[in-house]
């Protein structure tokens, strides 16, 4: 039997600068995000659809959601196999495209794990990240492909 777990955000516009929605130019994309007790993520759109920068947009949350899932996935697989990773990092990115309706899709994302190992073997870690990806629950989610290009450093540092 499988087990079911439920996830509530909510989401409040904080953009009306007086006047609403009355024009396509006259709100800002400011919104909050919480979750419970969570700290708030200040989030907007992206600068190229008249967002703030500095502030977190879906499209960089979920390019960040699928890289900390693998890296917790990862985590969990390295200690189970006796693999001690020293330092984790990542650097991922993803491709959406504009369609011509407006809307946009992902068309992919790559995560770029680099992993310093204190102890374990380097094939071992490496082959870890298959293992990971296919069990990474906002991986197996989305409809677009995401590429996996780890690199191992070794624990003698060659």
């Not at 977190?56 to 390019?63: M, Q, R």
């Not at 870690?125 to 990971?132: F, I, S, V, W, Y």
């Not at 990806?133 to 590429?147: D, E, G, K, Q, Y």
């Amino acid at each position: 039997m499988s087990k079911a777990h439920r996830y509530h955000a909510k989401v409040v516009w904080t953009g009306n600068q007086g006047t609403g929605t009355s024009g396509y130019k006259d709100y800002a994309r400011r919104h909050e995000i919480s979750a419970g007790t969570k700290p708030v993520i200040a989030g907007s759109s992206d600068a190229a659809f008249r967002g703030e920068a500095e502030r977190w947009n879906p499209e960089d949350s979920l390019v960040g959601a699928l890289a900390a899932c693998h890296m917790l996935w990862y985590l969990h697989l390295a200690a189970e196999a006796g693999v001690v990773v020293e330092i984790y990092e990542d650097q991922a990115d993803g491709l959406m495209v504009m369609d011509p309706d407006g809307g946009g899709h992902f068309q992919a994302a790559t995560l770029r794990p680099r992993v310093t190992l204190k102890r374990g073997d380097a094939q071992t870690a490496l082959a870890l990240h298959d293992k990971a990806h296919a069990l990474c629950f906002i991986a197996r989610s989305v409809n677009f492909p995401v590429a996996v290009e780890p690199t191992i450093i070794p624990a003698n540092g060659a």
